[in-house]
């Protein structure tokens, strides 16, 4: 797909200077929507949509039933103001489930801008056939959007399955990895880049960090994908700094605000702004939510990031942060709760590969002992004996976060810890970063792999092809669970059928 100039030239601009008062005065000239327009965290009854203008100007959406937007409504939404760089993102409520919307977004000032159409499907009340893609990581070690590829193409690709959303991992953007121009790599040869001034440095204001999504969505294939893929969007590491965790203070010279903290507040709030599910509106503060999706399906979004302890041996006796006391008493209520068939547990770390942040330093869930859970194990453990004792079945456990993809069996018969029923969990990714891996697995928890699939060596550039995404499909008449592991031409590497368990 090649890139179109005016519209990289558009979205590009990024950062744009309001006329008058925030939200009272508008420009006289035409207002632009300028970085496409998504909708997200769709569930039966209810969505969200988003845009950005490039001034302040009042956001208005039209929403029907038909392409065509004949008997549509029009909903005045919120005022696009520079307090949130113009972006802006209204919750629908009371729609019918099982129902196609197609959706137009405009802004208005003086004059009104060009509209830009979306659509998304609400979930089902009855049971009906599923299908949703997972993966992470966008722009990571320098690989952004290269035009003689076509950019992130990865998108076109899982287009085609016309999935009903797309659950982003995270690491949706790499605020810490700078884009240059041109990258050479070791036989010679030279990735080009799209950049911009945005994302010529590490982000550390407010702004840079709203520069890290404005780079993404520069992407046609990117944005062409959310226009008609609804998102659900969680966030990792590098939505703030390279294996954060709270209270951390960096010794790294590219920095010049140390503190994560305020790294993080202000890379929350640019979340907030950039992503188009609930997170950010009125009493939606938590990253961590449940979306559910019709009788077959509950979605369990975790925040394994706000509430992480400081990255080190991670062997403590008495257990260590993961989920934090309320996320983790949160989830095992709701899964106790939850009618559904399947309980998908989106998670930002996987659970049994040991990830590392230096010599006897653990950035992750596991660590290399075997033994019984210590340290943020516990809290993994926790939850899998909470779900075995209150006999909640047809867990699934979706990741990426490593760079490669997998897929990987749990179960009591070959772990330390015993107190779980067997379960599968999931890997995939990048989406277009460098490639790593394969990771070595703890077996605390019993892991056995399945499937990998890694790259022939560490860092290996998009254009090799080992960038992956997942797709999972729940058929409607058997309830049977299929996850298939796919690759950036969209070829089925892996797949398992998973029955349901009564």
């Not at 004059?111 to 159409?117: F, R, V």
């Not at 966030?235 to 920095?255: A, C, K, M, S």
């Not at 609930?278 to 961590?288: M, T």
Request: with cysteine.
């Amino acid at each position: 797909m090649q890139m179109n100039r005016r519209r990289l030239l558009a979205a590009g601009a990024g950062g744009a200077v309001a006329l008058g008062a925030p939200g009272i005065s508008f420009a006289a000239s035409r207002p632009q929507l300028t970085h496409g327009v998504q909708s997200g965290d769709v569930s039966d009854r209810g969505a969200v949509v988003w845009t950005r203008a490039d001034r302040a100007s009042q956001m208005r959406v039209e929403l029907a039933t038909r392409p065509d937007f004949k008997r549509a409504r029009t909903i005045t939404g919120p005022a696009l103001t520079e307090a949130s760089d113009f972006t802006g993102k209204l919750r629908l409520q009371g729609l019918t489930p099982g129902t196609t919307y197609h959706y137009r977004i405009s802004a208005h000032g003086d004059q009104c801008s060009a509209p830009l159409a979306g659509s998304f499907t609400t979930a089902p009340a009855e049971p009906r056939d599923i299908r949703f893609q997972w993966s992470g990581d966008l722009a990571g070690q320098g690989w952004g959007i290269n035009p003689d590829l076509g950019g992130y193409r990865i998108f076109d690709t899982m287009a085609a399955s016309e999935p009903d959303f797309f659950l982003c991992s995270g690491d949706y953007i790499y605020a810490d990895n700078p884009i240059a121009a041109e990258v050479v790599q070791p036989d010679g040869t030279v990735w080009r880049n799209v950049t911009t001034e945005g994302k010529s440095k590490v982000a550390e204001t407010l702004q840079e960090f709203r520069a890290q999504f404005q780079y993404n969505l520069i992407d046609d294939n990117l944005r062409d994908y959310l226009a008609k893929v609804p998102m659900v969007n969680q966030w990792d590491d590098h939505e703030v700094v390279n294996n954060w965790y709270p209270g951390e203070i960096l010794d790294l010279p590219q920095y010049t605000e140390k503190n994560v903290d305020v790294l993080a507040a202000r890379a929350r709030q640019a979340f907030a702004e950039y992503t188009p599910g609930a997170v950010g509106l009125p009493g939606s503060d938590r990253i961590y939510r449940k979306i559910a999706y019709g009788p077959l399906m509950d979605l369990f979004v975790l925040d394994m990031r706000t509430y992480k302890d400081a990255n080190g041996p991670n062997n403590a006796p008495e257990g260590g942060r993961l989920l934090g006391d309320e996320q983790r008493a949160w989830l095992k209520a709701e899964l106790s709760a939850s009618t559904a068939t399947w309980k998908i547990i989106a998670a930002d770390l996987p659970i049994g590969l040991i990830i590392g942040d230096g010599t006897n330093i653990y950035e992750g869930i596991a660590q290399r002992d075997n033994g019984a859970p210590l340290g943020r194990e516990s809290d993994i453990a926790d939850v899998l004996a909470h779900c075995r004792a209150g006999g909640i079945r047809n867990l699934v456990w979706l990741t990426a976060d490593v760079h490669y993809t997998a897929a990987h069996h749990y179960s009591p018969d070959r772990a330390t810890f015993q107190d779980f029923d067997p379960f599968w969990e999931f890997v995939s990714g990048p989406l277009n970063a460098g490639s790593f891996g394969p990771g070595r697995l703890d077996n605390t928890f019993g892991p056995q792999v399945v499937f990998q699939k890694p790259p022939p060596a560490a860092n290996t550039n998009p254009a090799v092809g080992y960038q992956f995404f997942g797709e999972v499909v729940i058929d409607a008449e058997t309830e049977v669970c299929e996850v298939t592991l796919k690759d950036l031409d969209g070829n089925s590497l892996f797949t398992q059928a998973i029955d349901p368990v009564a």
